[in-house]
């Protein structure tokens, strides 16, 4: 087990007197269980119920007071009531709606108690009969790994306090770089890491990666209702992992005979499970930056690895000098999208890129921060390739910009080459990221 970033964030729930009880969100097989009861430990007493087994199931539905179910949870556990800090887990919450309408009455009545619940969402597209206790839960996102848990799960944490100081990386650079490449092709399941953790073999992680994508499909034949939702489903996920990073017209999705209509509500089931996200345009440079929901969005999925794997990618990954250069850098579009995603666990995240019609600019990304909006360029090459993030920042009110690459860490004075405004161009390295809030504070 390598430590997940989130259970920091965990942890100072657990210390808000003001907690509600917490609805843990992500795809299936991203370590929410794992997660869990790992955090487990921080606690006197720890109770653990998985809604898919019938017993456990038939006790969060009795119909008794609260108390006296608490009191038979700790009996269910085998353990006695001790004084001390309580942590209940309630997996597959998804199973039970009146387990859903529990959480409720554990706000209200036994805010003592420290409440996580969790569940798959592919099963919850399905109408469940039962709305969360709106205003009484919090939620947390928890998704892939990760490049810094990723590089923690080698055992390369002595990297972690390099990558703390931006101005030290340029000694570790290449040696930063192949672990990001390896990153790019791995991926971030946690299974996955884990294992290359331990074989350092790519190609033993076949399996792992057979079983998560068949694990997706099964889901689709389970939970998802109406024979043609389920065909269109399961042909994005048989064939759309190869348009990751790409501009995508839904109508005829990966040259099928769907239409627009039935090709979008099956993006929407597998947008809200987590598996991947319509990444639409903005128009605007300043917040709030909203989606252009007519316009063709990104497709981006929510782990490189198991694009990799699908697309049968991994082969030109690794013989790849740069990963700029791999798909037409739309490889590095995805992991660059997965790593900004990273960045915070509100379950509301969504990415943006920048356009501009009258002179055709695209800027590959924007990242809000403190009310601002930065272009994030994804290109390799001069500062005059940089075209749309001048065009960018010659509209904002912003003095900086962005050019994630393959390159060392620096930050230049520059001009835009239309107006002449100055401004600061951060050049980061793929690996720095993570650490992009921290670097835009600096600065």
């Known amino acids: 087990m390598f430590e997940r970033t989130i259970l920091t964030q965990l942890r100072e729930w657990k210390q808000d007197h003001f907690r509600k009880p917490l609805i843990l969100r992500g795809a299936r097989q991203v370590g929410k269980t794992t997660v869990v009861n790992e955090f487990g430990k921080d606690f006197d007493n720890y109770l653990y119920f998985n809604l898919e087994r019938d017993n456990d199931l038939k006790l969060l539905e009795m119909p008794v007071p609260l108390n006296d179910l608490v009191d038979m949870m700790f009996a269910r556990n085998g353990k006695k009531i001790r004084r001390g800090s309580t942590l209940i887990f309630i997996d597959e919450i998804q199973n039970s709606p009146k387990t859903i309408a529990l959480l409720r009455f554990f706000y209200e009545e036994r805010s003592d108690l420290h409440i996580v619940a969790a569940g798959s969402l592919l099963e919850n597209i399905v109408d469940i009969k039962a709305s969360f206790p709106v205003g009484r839960v919090q939620y947390m996102a928890l998704r892939p790994c990760s490049f810094m848990e990723f590089i923690s799960a080698v055992g390369r944490n002595n990297l972690l306090e390099v990558l703390n100081n931006p101005n030290y990386t340029m000694a570790f650079h290449e040696e930063l770089m192949a672990l990001f490449n390896q990153y790019t092709i791995v991926g971030g399941m946690p299974e996955v890491v884990q294992r290359y953790a331990i074989t350092h073999d790519m190609y033993v992680l076949d399996n792992v990666y057979e079983t998560l994508i068949q694990a997706y499909k099964d889901d689709v034949e389970k939970y998802v209702r109406g024979n043609k939702l389920t065909e269109v489903v399961r042909y994005i996920l048989n064939t759309g992992w190869a348009k990751a990073g790409e501009a995508v017209t839904l109508g005829g999705f990966g040259e099928s005979q769907y239409g627009a209509r039935e090709v979008g509500e099956a993006f929407r089931l597998l947008s809200k499970a987590m598996l991947l996200e319509l990444v639409y345009p903005t128009t605007s440079s300043r917040v709030p930056a909203l989606a252009e929901l007519k316009r063709k969005p990104k497709l981006i999925w929510m782990d490189c690895g198991l694009v990799n794997y699908q697309a049968q990618a991994r082969k030109e990954l690794i013989g790849a000098d740069d990963i700029l250069d791999v798909w037409r850098g739309r490889i590095a579009e995805q992991i660059v999208a997965q790593e900004l995603l990273t ?44 075209r749309s993030l001048h065009s960018f920042i010659d509209e904002a009110p912003v003095d900086i910009g962005i050019r994630v690459w393959s390159g060392n860490y620096s930050v230049e004075e520059h001009k835009t080459t239309i107006k002449g405004k100055p401004f600061k161009l951060i050049n980061l390295p793929f690996y720095l990221i993570g650490r992009l809030p921290a670097i835009l504070n600096s600065i």
């Open 343 to 386: 960045l915070n666990s509100r379950v509301g995240e969504t990415r943006s890129f920048w356009i501009k019609e009258r002179n055709k600019a695209e800027v590959d990304f924007i990242f809000i921060h403190d009310s601002t909006v930065f272009p994030i360029e994804v290109k390799s090459g001069h500062n005059s390739r940089l």
